[in-house]
C-alpha cells in the first residue's frame, strides 16, 4: 500500500463483551455474522459479508463466551440451588494478601464450605428420617399418603429408618454426580486445580456419609447402647476429625508435598465412610430392641444444634480474621483486606441455614408432621427468626448508608459535573440535574465498603440465637420471659422468615428458568451466575465449575493464531470482558505480546476486582499486564458508570498532572459524560448518559481503537 493509507487487515480488533452476554451482531453492529472458531457454548464470531470490517480498517472479530456459565436448563437450576455452595466458593478467592490471614480465612473459608455440606445432610435427614420415619409413620401420623409410605408404616423402627435414610444418601449421590461436572475442554486450564477439586470431593462425601450415620446411630443409642453401634459412632465421629483436620491443617490439601498424603487420606476416608454407612444401616434395621419414647428422633436436635452453631462460631471467627485489620490494595486505600470473604461467607451461612429451616419446618408444615408435638426442632425455629432478624437489620442497614451517604455523593457529583460544565444554559439545568444524580447513584459503590463491613458485623445476630438455641429454650417461651413480648410476636417472625424464604426461592429458580430463556432477563440476573462461577472450585467441591479455565485459554490461543498471521491484535475488553483479556494477556508468550494491545472499558478491574480479590488481582498483577503488552494499553471510564472506573489514575479535572515517567499514568481516559447538555447542531435530542454502556461506536472509543493501532504497527 502506497504512502499512509491505511493497511486494511493488519490488525484484529477482538472485542470480549461482560457478563450477561450479547449476541455477537450486536458486538460487532452487523447484521449477519459467522462463526470462525470454538463452539456453541462459547465461540469466535466475524461479520459474514467481507464488507464488515471495522470504520478503521480493522478486521473485525467478537469472542462470545456468555453461554458457558449457564448452558441447559437444568444446569442453571442446578446452580440456583447449588448458590451457597458458590457463594462459599467465591468467599475463599477473596483471601487477604497478608499470608497469615491469607491462610487463616482459607481455612475457615473450606471449614465453612465443609460445614454446608453437613448442614445439607442434616436437614435432608430431618426430613427422612425424624419427619418422614419418626413421626409421620408413627404416632403423628401425617396426611395421606405419607401415613403409610409404601407399607412401611407396620414395619419396626430401625427398618423404616434404614430404608429411609436412602434419600438423604440419594441426595449426597446427587451432589457427588454434579461434583464431577467440568464446564468443558481445557487441554490447559487457567488453573490446575482438579486435583484439589478431587481430594476435596472425597472429604465432603466422606464427612456427608459420616454425619448420618451419626443421625442413626445417636437414635439408636437413645433406647440402649451396644457394643457394635458404640464402635460404628465411635470410628464415624473419627472419619469426621479426619475430615475436618486435613481442611483445618494449613496447606495440607495445598501443598506439593503433602499432596499424596492428603490425597490417600481423603480416598481412605471416603472409603471407611462407605463401609461403615452400610454397617450403620444393616445395624440399624436388623435391631428390633425398643427404641426411645421420644416426640421426634432422638438426638436429631442435638447434632442440629451444634451443626447451625458451628457455622455460626466460624462465620464470626472469620469476620474477626478480616476486620481485625484494615488492609490495604496496590498502594491505595482499598476495603479491609479479605473482607469480601466474610461478606460471601455470611450470604452463604445465612442462606444454608434459612433453606435447611424452610425445608424441614414447611415439609413439616405440609405434611402435618408436627401436629400436636410443639412443632419443628427447636434449632431450626431459631434460624428461621434469625433469619428474619437478619434480612430486617440488613434492610435498615442498607436504607440507612442510603440516606446517610446521599448527601456527600451529591456534592462530589455536583463538584464533578460543574468542572465538566463550568457554563450551563438555562434550558440545560434539568439535564445537569439528572447528570448530577446519575453520577451521585454510581459513586455509591464506593460507599460498599462500609455496607459490607457492617453487614459481615450482622453474623453477631446469627451467632446470638444460635447461642441461646443451645438451651433448649422456646423462642415464644424466652422472649416472653426476657421481653414481654407474646407468643404471637415470635410466631410472626417465624412466619416472616418462612414467607421470606419462598419469596427468595421463587425469585430463584423463576429467575434460573428465565435467565436462561430470556435475554434481557439474564442481562440482569446472569451476572451473579457469570462472576460466582468465574473462579474454579478452591474451597466447595459441589459448586459450579469454572468456566474460565475454557475461556482464559481458549481467548489466549486465539490471540496466537491471530498475531501469527496479522500485523497486530488489539483486545478490546469490556466490563469483566476486561479481566478476561486480563489474565490471558498474562498467558501470551513473549513472541505474541509484542503484537497485542490492550483497551478495556467500564472495567472493574481496580475499582472491584482489585479490592474484592486483593491476593489475586491487585495493582501489582496490573502492573504486570501493562508490562507484556509493553504499556500499550488506554482504559476508558465514565464518572456515570457504576461498576467500571480507572485502574491506575483517575484524571479527573482538577487531579494533578499525569507522572510522564510512570507509563502507568498514562493508561487511563475519562470521558465526560454526558459529551455535551444540550443537542449539538442539527441534532433534536442531546447525547445520552452512557453509563456502563459499551459503545464501540463512540467517537472517543474509535479515538482510542486508532491510537493503540498505530502503535501496534508501529511496533510491527
Known sequence: MAGDQPRRHDVVELRVHGVSGADPTVI?????????????????????????????????????????????????????????????????WMRPTGRRRAVAVSVLCRLLALNLTMLYVVSIAGVALDLLAWRCLGAARCRPPFDTMAGLDDRHVGLRLA??????????????????????????????VEPLVHRLRAIHVAAALAVLDVVLLTARRAGGATFSTTLLLALSAAVLLTCVGLLAAPGMIDRAATARTATWTARTAGAVSAVLSVATLVTVAGDRRAWSSAVGLPGYGGIAAWALFGQMVLLVVLSVVVLWQRGRVGGRSALPGGLGAAVLAALAVGLTGALSAGLVYQTGELLGGYRGDGGPPSPYRWTLLAFFLHVVAAVLLCGALTVVSRRRRLRAAAAITARDFPVVPPEAVGRLRLTTK???????????????????????????????????REPE???????????????????????????????????????????????????????G??????????????????????????????????????????????ALLALAVLRLPSRVRQRVALLTYGSPLDRLY???????????????????????????????????????????????????????????????????????????????????????????????????????????
Do not use: K
Open 163 to 192: 430404608v429411609l435414610a436412602l434419600l438423604p444418601i440419594a441426595a449426597i449421590g446427587l451432589l457427588r454426580l454434579l461434583g464431577t461436572r467440568r464446564s468443558g475442554p481445557a487441554d490447559n486450564p487457567l488453573w490446575a
Open 28 to 92: 460487532l453492529d452487523q447484521p449477519q455474522v459467522r462463526q470462525v472458531a470454538g463452539d456453541g457454548s462459547g465461540g469466535f464470531h466475524r461479520a459474514t459479508r467481507s464488507d464488515g470490517d471495522g470504520p478503521d480498517g480493522l478486521t473485525l472479530e467478537a469472542y462470545r463466551w456468555g453461554d458457558l456459565p449457564s448452558g441447559t436448563v437444568g444446569r442453571t437450576l442446578a446452580m440456583v440451588f447449588l448458590l451457597p455452595f458458590m457463594l462459599s466458593n467465591v468467599a475463599v
Open 438 to 472: 446519575t453520577i451521585a447513584r454510581a459513586r455509591f459503590t464506593e460507599w460498599l465498603g462500609l455496607l459490607a463491613a457492617a453487614y459481615a458485623a450482622l453474623a453477631v445476630v446469627g451467632l446470638a440465637t444460635s447461642l441461646v438455641g443451645r438451651t433448649g
Open 610 to 716: 482489585a479490592r474484592l480479590f486483593p491476593a489475586y488481582l491487585n495493582e501489582e498483577v496490573l502492573r504486570q499486564v501493562g508490562e507484556r503488552v509493553e504499556w500499550r494499553w488506554l482504559n476508558l471510564w465514565r464518572d456515570t458508570d457504576p461498576v467500571g472506573g480507572w485502574v491506575f489514575a483517575a484524571h479527573r479535572p482538577g487531579d494533578p498532572a499525569p507522572d510522564p515517567a510512570d507509563p502507568a499514568d498514562q493508561v487511563d481516559r475519562r470521558l465526560r459524560d454526558p459529551a455535551h447538555l444540550l443537542p449539538a447542531p442539527g441534532e433534536r435530542s442531546a447525547p445520552p448518559l452512557r453509563g456502563h454502556h459499551p459503545g464501540e461506536a463512540d467517537p472517543e472509543f474509535r479515538e482510542a481503537v486508532r491510537e493503540l493501532t498505530e502503535r501496534l504497527r508501529g511496533a510491527g
Open 533 to 578: 462461577t468465574f473462579w474454579p472450585r478452591a474451597a466447595h467441591p459441589f459448586a459450579p465449575p469454572s468456566y474460565a479455565d475454557r475461556a482464559v485459554p481458549e481467548l489466549a490461543d486465539r490471540i496466537s493464531q491471530l498475531a501469527e498471521r496479522h500485523v497486530g491484535v488489539l483486545l478490546c475488553g469490556h466490563s469483566h470482558g476486561s
Open 477 to 531: 417461651e424466652l422472649t416472653r420471659q426476657l421481653l414481654g413480648l407474646p407468643a404471637g410476636a415470635v410466631q410472626m417472625g417465624l412466619s416472616g422468615g418462612s414467607y421470606l424464604l419462598a419469596a427468595l426461592l421463587l425469585a430463584l429458580v423463576t429467575g434460573g428458568v428465565f435467565a436462561y430463556r430470556t435475554a434481557w432477563f439474564r442481562r440482569y440476573v446472569g451476572i451473579l451466575w457469570d462472576l
